[in-house]
């Protein structure tokens, strides 16, 4: 079972960054691959980051390509979310989410995921 509370979210100006943590709980943390995932307003949850269980392996949807950065820390049991460069349409309520014990391969789909966090309110002002 792993439990996962996001932090970091707020009010940010359009070209400012922020970064998102997400602590879990759990003592099989290090074999999951982790994810975040966004959903905006009206609009359906949609993929921005994932990282294996190492840490080695990470991809990033297009939209962020490049201003976002996902890494892990096993030995905290957090995973952060380094966002820069940030856009109005970049608000979202952002979820952190992590695949089963073993899964340590990211993955891009929500239903891949089986923990999930309650999000962080990230808020880009133009």
């Known amino acids: 079972q792993v439990q996962l509370v996001e932090s970091g979210g707020g009010l940010v100006q359009a070209g400012g960054s922020l970064r998102l943590s997400c602590a879990a709980s759990g003592r099989t943390f290090s074999s999951h691959a982790l994810g975040w995932f966004r959903q905006a307003p009206g609009k359906e949850r949609e993929f921005v980051a994932a990282i294996s269980w190492s840490g080695d392996n990470s991809y990033y949807a297009e939209a962020v390509m490049g201003r976002f950065t996902i890494s892990r820390d096993n030995a905290k049991n957090t995973v952060y979310l380094q966002m820069s460069s940030l856009k109005p349409e970049d608000t979202a309520v952002y979820y952190c989410?992590?695949?089963?014990?073993?899964?340590?391969?990211?993955?891009?789909?929500?239903?891949?995921?089986?923990?999930w966090g309650q999000g962080t309110q990230v808020t880009v002002s133009s």
């Open positions: 989410a992590a695949r089963a014990a073993g899964l340590g391969y990211p993955a891009g789909a929500a239903d891949e995921y089986h923990y």
